[in-house]
């Protein structure tokens, strides 16, 4: 009975986890992607080198392509609430992590990582009025650049919870949750 409660209020949670996100505290939000940060490392190390490559089917990603892809939104969807350009784009080019970096697990393991560090300084940077100001975000008028923040942090999420299941199939127990 206790797992069903904790997982109807976990799926309840992530319903609402980018609104609420947003409404956290600038310290509260580093914090918060300081352990998401610390989270991911945890993955990323538990999955054993010869796994980067693995896909579970022929048509998804690899886990590595994962974890890039987890990054490339970091960078996209802070850069995006910021106006800061990011260090994965330069000027008219559209390049990616998930293209250009090597799926070995260190340098997954170093971009993703990387991708942490630049939006938890962005964050730190950002003052509480920029926070609160709105910005366009694709079809999107009017998006809080704290709800965006929030709108990374959900996606990041999200796609590191995919990989689970990629530990999983590889043998290997994915690490305990960290919600605290």
């Known amino acids: 009975m206790k797992k069903v409660s904790l997982f109807v ?41 010869d796994g980067y490559g693995f896909k579970p089917t022929p048509e998804i ?8 892809h ?18 994965i784009e330069t000027a008219g080019s559209h390049n990616t992590n998930e293209k250009t970096v090597s799926p ?17 300084s962005t964050l730190q940077n950002m003052t509480p009025d920029q926070l609160q100001a709105t910005t366009k975000f694709g079809k999107h008028d ?5 709800s965006l923040l929030g709108k990374a942090f959900e996606h990041q999420t999200h796609t590191r919870g995919q990989t689970a299941i990629y530990l999983r199939l590889k043998g290997v127990t994915p690490p305990p949750e960290q919600l605290f």
């Open 9 to 49: 209020t976990v799926l309840a949670l992530s319903f609402v986890s980018s609104s609420l996100f947003a409404q956290f505290t600038q310290s509260q939000q580093v914090a918060e992607w300081q352990r998401a940060k610390a989270y991911t490392k945890t993955y990323l190390d538990a999955m054993p080198e």
């Open 142 to 146: 009017d998006v809080t650049r704290s």
């Open 104 to 120: 070995t697990k260190e340098a997954v393991t170093k971009a993703v990582m990387d991708s942490y560090d630049w939006v938890i």
């Open 70 to 87: 987890l990054s490339d939104a970091n960078y996209v969807l802070a850069s995006a609430a910021s106006d800061k350009p990011n260090s």
């Open 61 to 68: 990603r690899s886990f590595a392509q994962q974890m890039l």
